[in-house]
């Protein structure tokens, strides 16, 4: 149980990894079964979710299992109708909340059945308030995010108005995460680094900070991802997460000296890299694995999630080579 | 010329200001001409170049112009076939270069032109040769720009030989416009932002470094923008330009404080502020003016262009905000 020594700052071994989208498409085994049915399908039948999530262990020695889901499933308790559409992603409608009881009773489910399978921890999660009210404004992925920008810029106390019902219909669905047995959760703030400091202290940080804090009253470690991590590391250790999961942009060993020791810290190889050859994986990996060296609160993983057209082989290759290559401290 | 004081860190008046993208499509003026003619003929026509660099200063009280031309322009010179579409933007044919002598011609004569017009400093501009190459392999702009990182990542020899030649070619184009009597030179690495430190260290920094070092030896004032100025401005600072243009992501008073007194900052308003109300402009404005107030080496600016659907009376409303509003340091 690497995963939760490291979590708690106890690892005394190697650092255990895992990878953000570690059961996606670079997968050919999950490649077979996604071409069965939608992915709106997959994600609210318990037992795809309970296979999807086992799927990478068979072929690669991970440390810990993060249930087959998606951030938009907070959705179904706020009843805001969404799907996934080929090519372009999520599509979601939003027009008014109607909250629905019972909603995630396919996540529970899920979680109870891998609870009875899985030899690893089985990390729940949730998308971020900000992350999913600007999703809402959004209606889907864009590049510059400008639609949820505008909405926050033209009626900012609207804006706030929706982060708190997000906040609070998140922390219902944590809460059924939790209660199932889910052994840690990871907030994921992806779309955090599209604005700027002030309106991250006021559209991003309080909302993040009541969502930590409700997992941390249920006694439940809580790690942070925000691909704002190399930007705003002091603010985000402020909350006093378990870890901090740091986008592929920070330099590691600098991010460590910016957050408290007591502080566990994630990630943080750059997806791409797994684009290029052994060489250049091992390189890349080699300086995140030197600088975390020796440190008894880290976990090996990705700046973000495995990219959809990585190379099988590749990523084989970078869970076995941080698995079985003794890193040393550069001190003596 | 409070612009080129600011430059030299010793403006002792009220900041300047000048916008990225001034002369674009948020004028109703431009807009007007637009319709006439494509981008790209525009951009090759010396008397459009004069017009359109001229546009802003017929209602807006700016202190500096900016060449009316694209970062592409270079591609003039590299003989690799480009053009701009309605939606989509640039798309560029890139298979091999083909050096063109006198391609650049047209901005030669346009910046000859505006000397003799203008009553303001002349900006002229390239982009930095990690943001061209980077262009060239993904083709047209992108989301996560994942085209240009898997390149990178598997042919970096490849991709280093790429930014070589480029970064030749923007020399020359740069020698072309100082000739021309610019008075001051803006590199914009627009896309610096999506590689992670060990990548920025080896295809960003070093080719930036050859292009800011040879329009100082000019004795030309050169300024970086990077969107990568909030995570590497010490790295960015340390190439010693006359300043540098932060993103919209960095709280300007910490960068302050990262960089040396002597390198003037520029920036940072996040663009998407001008789709607010004039309360939300002015509290903007005002957090970075009076951080940056006494500065003698500030000027106004944005954290990256004016957005096309930007309202014009906002834009209005800024600059003479900026102008005219007497922010005094806290201190006293």
């Avoid at 202290?201 to 925000?226: E, M």
């Amino acid at each position: 149980m690497s995963f939760l020594k490291a979590l708690s700052g106890q690892n005394l071994g190697p650092p255990p990894i895992w990878l953000m989208r570690q059961a996606g498409r670079y997968l050919p085994t999950y490649r077979a079964l996604k071409q069965q049915r939608s992915l709106y399908d997959m994600f609210h039948d318990p037992q795809t979710i309970v296979t999807v999530t086992k799927l990478p262990f068979e072929t690669l020695d991970l440390d810990a299992a993060i249930l087959f889901s998606d951030i938009l499933t907070v959705l179904d308790g706020l009843g805001v109708p969404y799907t996934f559409q080929e090519q372009v992603g999520p599509v979601i409608e939003f027009q008014d909340f109607s909250l629905k009881k019972h909603a995630y009773q396919h996540i529970q489910e899920g979680i109870d059945l891998l609870k009875d399978q899985l030899s690893v921890p089985l990390i729940g999660f949730a998308g971020a308030p900000f992350t999913i009210a600007s999703y809402l404004i959004e209606g889907r992925t864009t590049k510059n995010f400008l639609k949820a920008k505008r909405f926050l810029f033209e009626q900012p106390k609207k804006f706030e108005h929706l982060l708190q019902q997000v906040t609070e219909e998140t922390c219902r669905y944590l809460d059924v995460q939790i209660q199932a047995g889910v052994d840690a959760i990871q907030i994921f703030d992806s779309w955090a680094h599209h604005v700027a400091y002030a309106e991250f202290t006021r559209f991003v940080l309080p909302y993040l900070d009541r969502v930590v804090q409700h997992v941390k009253a249920r006694h439940c470690p809580v790690i942070i991802f925000s691909k704002a991590t190399s930007l705003f590391a002091e603010e985000l250790a402020a909350l006093e997460p378990s870890a901090i999961s740091a986008d592929w942009n920070a330099d590691l060993a600098e991010v460590r000296q910016r957050i408290p020791p007591h502080i566990a810290l994630q990630g943080n190889l750059d997806p791409a890299v797994l684009y290029g050859s052994k060489e250049t994986i091992q390189q890349a990996t080699d300086r995140i694995l030197r600088a975390m060296a020796g440190n008894p609160g880290y976990i090996f993983n990705l700046g973000h999630g495995v990219l959809p057209d990585t190379p099988y082989e590749n990523v084989k290759y970078l869970v076995d080579y941080v698995k079985h290559h003794t890193i040393l401290p550069v001190s003596a």
